[in-house]
């Protein structure tokens, strides 16, 4: 029996990752994902949290953000406003193309590549480096709530965040197949 259609498809366009807390993350020609852990070689791996703030809040809180992501389209609207920006520059480890990220709702399942597995947790909070690619591009980093269903509110949209459910390599090219969880769709919130 054929699998099921996924309820949507992408790619990636780069992947990256960097051994240091640095806001941008090096792009290299693929990274491997670790279940329950992240991304190897990144600062960010870990059951644990391992993002400064929240290691300073409360260094024993799981780790939900052990992969960032974040849709080109994002990156193209920042360099048609004049601005110099390139993937990972937004310390993201998967840049995608073709997917409205920011739309998925939690607990989404994304397959990256071949046998990688993403559980989505929640939206990246826009951070004030962002300040450092241009004026006005944190504010570019914000979205009237209404394009998601949410009137009256503020979307965050540098990106997504989740959990490893299951490993393997990815690199740039590689198909993204999304499957909604089921049951209500909830809209992601910041983690």
């Not at 300073?56 to 960032?68: E, I, S």
């Amino acid at each position: 029996m054929p699998a099921a259609s996924p309820d949507l498809s992408g790619s990636v366009l780069a992947v990256h990752r960097s051994g240091e807390h640095t806001f941008s993350k090096q792009t290299v020609d693929a990274v491997t994902l670790l279940p329950g852990l992240g991304v190897e070689g990144d600062a960010h791996l870990g059951a644990r949290v391992k993002h400064r703030s929240r290691v300073a809040a409360d260094p024993n809180q799981p780790n939900l953000r052990q992969v960032h992501l974040v849709m080109s389209e994002l990156l193209d609207e920042v360099v048609e406003a004049g601005h110099q920006v390139v993937p990972g520059q937004l310390g993201e480890n998967v840049t995608t193309t073709g997917l409205d990220l920011v739309g998925l709702p939690v607990g989404s399942m994304l397959r990256l590549g071949d046998t990688a597995l993403v559980a989505l947790t929640g939206l990246r909070n826009p951070c004030k480096q962002i300040r450092n690619v241009g004026d006005g591009v944190l504010k570019m980093m914000f979205v009237d709530g209404e394009r998601y269903g949410r009137p009256g509110e503020q979307v965050g949209r540098t990106g997504v965040m989740g959990v490893v459910v299951a490993g393997g390599p990815i690199r740039s090219g590689d198909p993204i197949e999304v499957r909604y969880p089921a049951g209500v769709l909830t809209p992601m919130q910041k983690v």
